[in-house]
């Protein structure tokens, strides 16, 4: 047996029909449930700012696209492109997300596929449902955004490593793990996971020099897109260096937000780490979850420190992770109740549908979370929301002011509640100029456009206005200034941290008008 080979591989027979009809059902059910789950709900009414970046951006046309990501994004710039192609078949909401509810059912059947490559079917079906009705799949399953997708490829490219490992080849791995990383630059934080599966194995020199090469290729294909985003790293310069509660809350909302469920997943994964070393050569169910779940994050989280870069939805592709160490410990629950029953074999489907059953429990328990996530409010915001506020409020020829920039992504999100009003600061709008929001005048220009109104509408962020969030640019501390020392607040409407305001200059404050000129005499 070559060094590094498993002991498995050689041992492998041609299954039988029963076998396979066991497989398929262990994959498509988990991949079915989390469709369901992913298709209910869907249409919230409404996209919040993320969503409705990737559906304007999504909307332009190639070279607008591509000239945007010389600019910012280019980290997105492949799901970009890939949303241009699906939203030319039906511009809406529901299309925008469908990628994403198709990816995470794919997600589920793949990590059912791992559980039952590395266990057994039954370990298959019980992790791929508890990736299923987990509640941080279901949320980022109804995002118009790439991370489904991501988590996704992940995860098929954690397979593609399990199949290479015992054996296959390398480079279907090595192309899949490579085109996801494209999607978003941080999915190549799962080498380190591989690596560590690897090490776990103690596998030889063969396959460390196959997942060697394999990896290399990966890294440098990435370097453009490395050089390019790092140029553009001012779009995050909001995030903070993430704490000891950011990594507990992540624990939960991996092993399951509830209580009750977060304390016997995290019970059965700890008693899934007692397999997590195997034969010499051989990766295991826990040996492939535990760095899957911990590794990405771990990184991520401790570059941050010295570059915040850190959001949960950067990693989701690592949840995948959880629920192999879970239902590896579940397995071995079975294994000892097994061993102490009469009749062991007969006994295994009960077993089986005790645990699809305490998952079917798991997902009661967790209902109201998953329905208050249907809920536009638990987005960070709702456009749809203030674009409705705006529409009743505005009038045709009104002036209005966008604070900060980013808002005024109501407007090229739904137009419609802001034809024919005039946007004093705009000087270049947001597909012609390469921006995501448009170019604005300068500080001067926009204090100079500002003084000849006597009335504005606002669409701000409550928080800014309030005082309790500084402006961050020139042009945005222009406009604070002007509001705050010019004008008077009138009627607002607030939605979701979003305010739209009226502001009335005083009579007093308003410039004299010109003297009228002299009157001819009358002869």
């Known amino acids: 047996m070559p060094t590094g080979a498993t002991s498995r591989a050689p041992q492998r027979v041609p299954e039988c029909t029963p076998v396979r009809l066991g497989r398929a059902v262990a994959v498509g059910v988990p991949a079915l449930v989390m469709l369901l789950l992913g298709l209910w709900g869907l249409d919230r009414g409404g996209m919040w700012r993320d969503e409705a970046v990737s559906y304007q951006v999504g909307r332009r046309t190639v070279p607008q696209i591509w000239r945007l990501l010389h600019e910012v994004d280019a980290v997105h710039g492949v799901y970009y492109l890939f949303l241009h192609a699906v939203l030319a078949v039906h511009p809406g909401e529901v299309v925008l997300r469908l990628p994403s509810v198709c990816a995470a059912a794919v997600t589920a059947g793949l990590v059912a596929a791992l559980g039952t490559r590395l266990a057994r079917p039954r370990v298959g079906l019980w992790a791929g449902l508890l990736y299923a009705v987990t509640p941080m799949a279901g949320h980022y399953a109804q995002e118009g955004r790439s991370y489904a997708l991501v988590a996704a490829g992940a995860t098929g490219a954690t397979l593609l490593f399990v199949r290479a490992v015992e054996g296959g080849s390398w480079w279907p791995y090595g192309a899949l793990l490579g085109a ?20 776990l194995a103690r596998a030889g020199a063969r396959v460390w020099r196959g997942w060697g090469c394999a990896a ?12 390019v985003s790092r140029g553009q790293s001012a779009q995050v310069a909001w995030l903070k260096p993430p704490t000891t509660d950011t990594a507990e809350h992540l624990l939960r909302v991996f092993l399951g937000p509830t209580d009750g469920v977060y304390r016997v997943c995290l019970g059965l994964a ?7 070393v195997g034969r010499r050569g051989e990766v295991t169910c826990a040996g492939v979850g535990l760095p899957l779940a911990v590794l990405p994050p771990v990184a991520l989280m401790l570059a941050s420190q010295v570059s915040p870069l850190y959001v949960d939805r950067y990693v ?9 160490v879970v239902a590896a410990g579940a397995e071995r629950a079975a294994g000892l109740m097994g061993r102490v029953a009469v009749r062991p074999r007969a006994r295994a489907p009960y077993l089986t549908l005790t645990g699809v059953l305490a998952l079917a429990l798991s997902l009661l328990h967790q209902f109201p979370v998953l329905h208050k996530d249907r809920d536009p409010g638990r987005r960070a915001d709702d456009l749809a929301a203030v674009s409705r506020v705006a529409g009743r409020e505005l009038r045709p020829g009104d002036a209005v002011v966008f604070l900060p ?17 005039r946007d004093v600061a705009l000087v270049a709008g947001a597909a012609g100029s390469g921006t995501l929001y448009g170019r604005e005048a300068g500080p001067g220009e926009v204090r100079r ?6 009335r504005v509408w606002v669409v701000a962020d409550r928080k800014l206005l309030a005082g309790r969030r500084a402006p961050r640019n020139p042009v945005e501390r222009a406009k604070y200034a002007v509001l705050q020392q010019e004008f008077t607040g009138r009627e607002q409407k607030v939605r979701h941290g979003v305010t739209v305001r ?9 410039p004299a008008p010109p003297p009228a000129p002299p009157r001819p005499e009358r002869w």
């Open 180 to 199: 996801t990383c494209w999607l978003h630059e941080f999915a190549v934080l799962l080498l380190l996971a591989h690596a560590a599966s690897l090490a």
């Open 216 to 227: 290399g290729a990966v890294v440098v294909g990435l370097l453009p897109m490395a050089l």
């Open 270 to 276: 700890l008693l899934g780490l007692l397999g997590l």
């Open 316 to 324: 989701l592709y690592a949840l995948s992770g959880a629920p192999l």
């Open 405 to 421: 920039v980013q808002l005024r992504n109501v407007a090229l999100t739904y137009p419609r509640a802001f034809r024919g009003v």
């Open 449 to 454: 456009r500002l003084a000849r109104l006597d």
């Open 502 to 510: 009226l502001y009335v200059r005083p009579v007093s404050a308003r």
